[in-house]
């Protein structure tokens, strides 16, 4: 069923004897205190790219936490939005329950190193700096700069 139709989403949590998970296509932090409020998800899912940001991320999370909801951010790929996802789970007491991590090769088209590696269902982040990672001069050099007219 379409994601946005909340008494939809709440019938089938209440009715079905498995976390339902919802939230990783909405953008508003109030329409995800709204999912917590009706009970339309047993688990919240927001996606930093899809609600705004880490900040708008972290508060959806600590709305989850104070629900007494657990968050599992959801985030697909390789790209930077994994390592900020990752520093968000690594932050957020509700975020603790599991995790989606890729398990895709993307050898040929990294950006930036060094991407964890999910080892016994644990990644270990990088304690350097910032975001813990390096973007890659040579994905640099194949990026193209472009300038918006609008």
């Known amino acids: 069923m379409p994601f946005w139709e909340y008494e939809n989403t709440r019938s089938v949590a ?17 329409n995800m205190r709204q999912i917590m409020q009706d ?9 930093i790219g899809y609600i705004g940001g880490v900040t708008r991320a972290r508060q959806v999370a600590d709305l989850a936490n104070l629900a ?6 959801h985030s697909s790929g390789r790209s930077l939005t994994a390592i900020f996802t990752a520093h968000l789970v690594t932050a957020m007491p509700a975020c ?12 040929t088209m990294r950006v930036y190193e060094p991407f964890p590696v999910a080892c016994d269902g644990e990644i270990v982040l990088s304690d350097s700096p910032g975001w813990g990672v390096e973007i890659s001069g040579a994905a ?5 700069r472009r300038i918006s007219s609008l």
């Open 14 to 30: 209440a009715t079905l004897d498995i976390p339902v998970g919802l939230g990783e296509q909405e953008f508003s932090v109030e």
């Open 39 to 47: 009970g339309s998800a047993d688990v919240i899912q927001p996606d």
């Open 68 to 73: 007494g909801l657990p968050c599992v951010p």
């Open 96 to 107: 603790s329950l599991f995790h989606e991590w890729t398990i895709e090769d993307t050898s």
């Open 140 to 144: 640099l050099q194949r990026m193209e």
